[in-house]
């Protein structure tokens, strides 16, 4: 079975600090996929990135950067300069082939990030 | 591009009447996924939907809770003799499901009250 767990459940940081929302996941699935989502207040769910677990390269989006690291089974995601609009709940979601071809997704139980202006 | 719909936006209902949700995945999208996000589950997987394929229904909690999908395009979630433990937000995501993308894209959600 696949798990995800965000130990972080709240963070509040002030405008343009930096923030770091935690994800560690567990499978014994070789060829895995990791994502971030986001949920704003409105509600819908924000595709942010993908990751492929063959795939340790680092990414940076602008202001977002994300550190996976099958070592210790991480998937890190780093706001730089946060500002009020990344007040959100992130999820990190895992998902792998089932037996039947789904890719369903496994999330973490979110980090509720809030910027105060 | 129009993304993914979802129909009604909210629905209240009486315990033990059945309901039917709504989806509309984004065009050429052939992966089709409903979930659920409710406060103390958090967002669980309910069924999928791959083309022509039987769909995946391993996350249905119980035999009340069904879906199709016509056409291999709009989806409908039922829920019969619905319980109070069913009012949570059901989500509806699609994916391009090409060889190496799988992210999914999800719909506004239809917020689910039982009373």
């Known amino acids: 079975a696949q798990k995800v767990t965000q130990a972080q459940t709240e963070i509040s940081v002030v405008e343009k600090e930096d923030v770091t929302l935690d994800c560690v996941y567990e499978?014994?699935?070789?060829?895995?996929?990791l994502f971030w989502y986001k949920q704003p207040p409105s509600g819908e769910l924000v595709f942010l990135i993908r990751?492929?677990?063959?795939?340790?390269q680092n990414e940076i989006s602008g202001r977002y950067s994300w550190n996976f690291q099958k070592s210790t089974s991480s998937f890190n995601f780093t706001i730089t300069a946060s500002q009020v609009v990344d007040s959100a709940v992130y999820f990190c979601?895992?998902?792998?082939?089932?037996?039947?071809?789904?890719?369903?997704?496994?999330f973490g139980k979110g980090t509720k990030l809030s910027v105060i202006p | 591009g129009a993304g993914v719909s979802q129909s009604p936006s909210n629905k209240v209902t009486e315990k033990g009447k059945d309901v039917e949700l709504r989806c509309d995945p984004i065009?050429?999208?052939?992966?089709l996924y409903w979930y659920r996000q409710s406060l103390g589950q958090g967002l669980e997987f309910l069924i999928y939907?791959?083309?022509?394929?039987?769909?995946?229904k391993s996350g249905l909690p119980s035999d009340r809770f069904s879906a199709e999908r016509t056409g291999g395009s709009v989806s409908t979630l039922t829920i019969q003799r619905t319980q109070q433990e069913d009012s949570a937000v059901y989500l509806c995501?699609?994916?391009?499901?090409?060889?190496?993308?799988?992210?999914?894209?999800f719909g506004p959600g239809t917020r689910l009250t039982v009373t």
């Open positions: 995501a699609s994916s391009p499901r090409d060889r190496y993308s799988y992210e999914q894209y």
């Open positions: 499978t014994r699935d070789t060829t895995y996929y």
């Open positions: 990751r492929n677990s063959f795939d340790e």
């Open positions: 979601a895992l998902s792998v082939a089932s037996g039947a071809g789904s890719y369903q997704l496994t």
């Open positions: 065009s050429g999208h052939t992966a």
């Open positions: 939907f791959q083309g022509n394929s039987a769909p995946d």
